[in-house]
C-alpha cells in the first residue's frame, strides 16, 4: 500500500512552458485535492474532486487545469508556467468528502521551480 | 469565509521544554479542527483531530480541546523532543454546505527543539 504518490520530486521550468504534476492513491479514495504550499501562507486549495469525473476549483485555481478519468489519478496540469507558481505542490486523498471528521492523506510533494 | 490563524513562528525550545502553539477560527457552522505536522523534506501528517465543542484530540504526548467559546484549538505538549523539530499547521472544515473535505489552513508554526 504506496498511499499517496506525487511525481516528480523536483522540477523546473521556464516560463511559458507546461507541464503535468502526477498524482496516484492506491488507498480506493473518493475525493483528491490538490493544494500548493508558500512560506508564511500555509496550504491553500487549488482544485478538488469528489469522485471519477467530477472536479471543481479551490481557493487559487487560475493557471490550472484538473481531469479525474479514474479513481486512481488526479493529475495537475500547469498551462504556461509563471514564476507566480514556484512552489511546493501537494496532492492529498480522503474516503469521502461528506464527512468533516475525514482524515485527509497527503503526498510527499512536488517542488517547482519556474524561471 | 473560514480563516485560520496561528501564532507567528520560529518558536524555539530546549528538550523537556512545555510546547503551546495557538490557533484560532473563524467558521461559520461547527467546524472539525485538525493539526497536522510536516516532517522536514515530508509531506502532511495527521496528528489529531477533534469534531466537536470540548473535544480533546491527543496522540504521541500532543493535545489540543476544541474550545466553542474561544474559538481556539491550541496544541499542547508537556515535554518536547529533538524529534518533534517540524512545521505544525492548524486546519479546519467546515461541516455541511459546500465546504465538504477542503481543509483551510493557517499559515504554519515552525517548530525547533534543541537538546
Known amino acids: 500500500n504506496a498511499g499517496v504518490t506525487q511525481t516528480p520530486k523536483f522540477q523546473v521550468l521556464k516560463t511559458g512552458q507546461s507541464m503535468t504534476l502526477q498524482c496516484a492513491q492506491d488507498?480506493?479514495?473518493?475525493?483528491m485535492s490538490w493544494y500548493r504550499q508558500d512560506p508564511g501562507m500555509g496550504l491553500r486549495l487549488i482544485h478538488y474532486?469528489?469522485?471519477?469525473?467530477?472536479?471543481d476549483q479551490g481557493e487559487v485555481p487560475n493557471g490550472y487545469n484538473v481531469s479525474r478519468s479514474t479513481t486512481e489519478d488526479f493529475p495537475l496540469r500547469l498551462l504556461s508556467a509563471a514564476p507566480s507558481q514556484t512552489s511546493v505542490y501537494f496532492c492529498?486523498?480522503?474516503?469521502?468528502?461528506?464527512?468533516?471528521?475525514?482524515?485527509?492523506?497527503f503526498g510527499p510533494g512536488t517542488r517547482l521551480t519556474v524561471t | 469565509g473560514n480563516s485560520v490563524t496561528q501564532m507567528e513562528g520560529p518558536v524555539t525550545l530546549s528538550e523537556e521544554a512545555f510546547l503551546t502553539i495557538n490557533c484560532t477560527y473563524t467558521?461559520?457552522?461547527?467546524?472539525?479542527l485538525f493539526w497536522y505536522v510536516q516532517y522536514p523534506g515530508e509531506g502532511l501528517q495527521l496528528l489529531l483531530k477533534?469534531?466537536?465543542?470540548?473535544d480533546k484530540g491527543s496522540n504521541k504526548g500532543f493535545e489540543a480541546t476544541y474550545r466553542k467559546e474561544t474559538t481556539s484549538f491550541h496544541l499542547e505538549k508537556g515535554s518536547v523532543q529533538v524529534s518533534d523539530s517540524a512545521v505544525y499547521f492548524c486546519?479546519?472544515?467546515?461541516?455541511?454546505?459546500?465546504?465538504?473535505?477542503?481543509?483551510?489552513f493557517g499559515q504554519g508554526t515552525i517548530l525547533t527543539v534543541h537538546p
Open positions: 474532486s469528489v469522485g471519477a469525473g467530477i472536479t
Open positions: 467558521a461559520t457552522g461547527y467546524p472539525s
Open positions: 488507498m480506493n479514495h473518493e475525493y
Open positions: 477533534a469534531t466537536k465543542a470540548d
Open positions: 486546519a479546519l472544515i467546515r461541516a455541511g454546505g459546500t465546504s465538504y473535505g477542503k481543509l483551510t
Open positions: 492529498a486523498s480522503s474516503y469521502g468528502s461528506d464527512r468533516a471528521s475525514y482524515e485527509q492523506y
